[in-house]
């Protein structure tokens, strides 16, 4: 390619790169179908050059929110700011939704988010800000930090659709173990006496036996899930798992399941919700939209199947560091070859 021709693509590349289409650039990764743990319906589909999202569905008075454009970012503090692609009528006057996101990267193929906006009753108790439509709205505003602050607690995980083995991070050290369980939906107490629950055979991993059990765990076929993310707050940890079944009916079966989880007295007390961990989620107490509260009692604990130290983080830290360093010296290259360009012309 001739000088003058590369240096021409060299900076339309970058200034596209800069400032996609409506002044976002979404990472780089975030670009087809993922699993969601806040759309309980759906998978969503990012497309990445448009910054356009499908799903996050909302249903807000009469109106229904399907799709979401990015508007506003804040690179250095992982802040992307998204707009209904559709109109919401509160009692005959159009108000647009947003959805500000704090993003995280968990690996390459996860990544988890809060929602910074307040939980709007009006929106099935989601977290989003509804403004007039012409409302001028930018990170500086939408993201403020008054409009409301969600807990680690709530925290979303996203997975990208085809990787989930891949998002498999060690679970937290309450649920390390192999245990017998029962569980108790509110009136009925099942599985107790004859149940596995094993997280001891691999410690990314949570295998329950039907055979001993059928009642269904982490609203999986299979029996098996994924931890992805966790957290601890206080004396409780939270949870998130992926469902490893290959496909979910989002009805019976779901994506995501997410934990509220502690030991006490050498047992352990959990109860489950579809979806992201919920604001006021108890171990001991049935969530609204979970199926009961759990209580596991290890018969063997992990350090007696397991001596060495699994390192399954420190590997996808590393890997990701690699990733960054390369990225940055090519970034670098770049540059001084952009700085090149425009030195002589
Ligand atoms: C969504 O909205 C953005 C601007 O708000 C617009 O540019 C884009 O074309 C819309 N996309 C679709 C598919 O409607
Ligand atoms: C954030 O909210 C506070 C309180 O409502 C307000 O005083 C402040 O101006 C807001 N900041 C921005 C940048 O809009
Ligand atoms: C675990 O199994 C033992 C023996 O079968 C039983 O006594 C105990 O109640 C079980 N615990 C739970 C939580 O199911
Ligand atoms: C499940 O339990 C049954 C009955 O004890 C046993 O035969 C079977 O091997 C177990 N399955 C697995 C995968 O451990
Ligand atoms: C959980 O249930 C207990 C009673 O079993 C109750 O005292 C407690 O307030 C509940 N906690 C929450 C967070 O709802």
Known sequence: MEKATFCLF???????????????????????EFHDSSDSTQ?????????????????????????????????????????????????????????CIKYGMLTIHSYSYLILANIESNAGNKRVLIMPTNTVADIRSACNQSNGLPSAVETIVFVKKGYIAKAAQSCPSPFLGCYNYSLNDGSTTYCDGTSVWDVCSDRTQMVVNYTLCSKKQFFSNGGVAYCAYSTSVGSNYYVTVVNADSTVDFTTTFRFTCYAVTSSGGYVYASDNIGACVQNQSPYNKSVTGTGTLVLSAYTFISDVTTETSDDNVGVIVGSLAGVVVLVAAVVAVVLIYKKCQQTH
């Open 43 to 99: 998978d969503i589909t990012i497309t990445r050059y448009n910054n356009y999202v499908v799903g996050w569905s909302l249903t807000v008075f009469i109106s229904t929110v399907s799709s979401w454009t990015c508007v506003d970012e804040d690179k250095s503090n992982n802040l992307l700011l998204f707009k209904s692609n559709q109109t919401i009528d509160v009692f005959g006057a159009p108000h647009d939704a947003y959805r």
């Open 10 to 32: 060299l900076s339309l590349l970058i200034s596209r790169t800069k400032l996609g289409d409506t002044g976002c650039s979404l990472p780089v990764d975030w670009d087809g």
